[in-house]
């Protein structure tokens, strides 16, 4: 079992930025076989994917149009990734969830969010205009 704990959430102004973190644990977490994603909703939509993270190798993968705002990293040692979120617009706010997956069971399907085994509480971040 995995166990994700999302923190940093909050409430924030357009054009400014917060750092959302996610610590992992459980029996069977190892940074060497999972990736983690961050991905949001809305309520009435689809969750989204926003970026993911593998935390052996340390690539990262992003959605397009969130490129170059929105920055995943992780703290291998702390077994915790982060999502740094700059230049916040009003869309932006959505609840915000940490996923993982082992990328030995679904390789590099890290846009899907049905390729996750597991999932985090998650976290409310609201910009206001």
């Known amino acids: 079992q995995v166990q994700l704990v999302e923190s940093g959430g909050g409430l924030v102004q357009a054009g400014g930025s917060l750092r959302l973190s996610c610590a992992a644990s459980g029996r069977t977490f190892s940074t060497y076989t999972y990736r983690l994603g961050w991905f949001r909703q809305t309520p009435g939509k689809e969750r989204e994917f926003v970026a993911a993270?593998?935390?052996?190798?340390?690539?990262?993968y992003y959605v397009d149009s969130m490129r170059g705002r929105f920055t995943a990293s992780r703290d291998n040692a702390r077994k915790t990734v982060y999502l740094q979120m700059n230049n916040l617009k009003p869309e932006d706010t959505a609840v915000y969830y940490c996923?993982?997956?082992?990328?030995?069971?679904?390789?590099?399907?890290?846009?899907?969010?049905?390729?996750?085994?597991?999932w985090g509480q998650g976290t409310q971040v609201t910009v206001s205009s």
């Open positions: 996923a993982a997956q082992n990328v030995l069971s679904h390789g590099s399907r890290w846009g899907e969010d049905r390729e996750y085994d597991y």
């Open positions: 993270i593998t935390p052996d190798t340390g690539s990262t």
